[in-house]
């Protein structure tokens, strides 16, 4: 599970992100990257039911995209980022999920410089 400070989950803050209109397409991904953050970054994750109808399958999904976003939350530099699933990420594994991710938050350069942690910047 993701710490609180660091999860997107007001209305208002998916919505400013997605009029930044900042965003990285793959296949089974979308990565939207809105403004910058104080201190820690945030994300969110969207799994709409046209992508997966069962609950189960939308919260299945999600739970595995917290859990590989978690290790990489030192990585991240401070933005808010909305991840919005489409319907080919509930046919991929972990890991390929895992690398899929990582591409997507290399596209959209929200990597810290080489050596930089993120501790929150308290």
């Not at 999860?7 to 997605?18: I, K, N």
């Not at 930044?20 to 820690?40: E, M, N, P």
């Not at 690398?99 to 050596?115: D, E, S």
């Amino acid at each position: 599970m993701l710490p609180r400070p660091q999860r997107l989950v007001r209305h208002r803050d998916f919505q400013a992100t997605y009029q930044r209109r900042r965003r990285v397409d793959h296949l089974a991904l979308t990565l939207y990257v809105g403004r910058k953050s104080q201190g820690t970054p945030r994300l969110g994750f969207v799994v709409s039911k046209k992508v997966a109808s069962k609950a189960h399958d939308r919260n299945r999904v999600k739970r595995r995209l917290r859990a590989l976003s978690l290790p990489l939350l030192p990585r991240l530099e401070s933005y808010d980022l909305v991840v919005v699933v489409r319907s080919p990420a509930l046919a991929l594994d972990f890991a390929e999920l895992r690398t899929v991710v990582v591409q997507l938050f290399q596209q959209a350069g929200v990597f810290n410089p080489a050596g930089v942690i993120n501790d929150g910047g308290e």
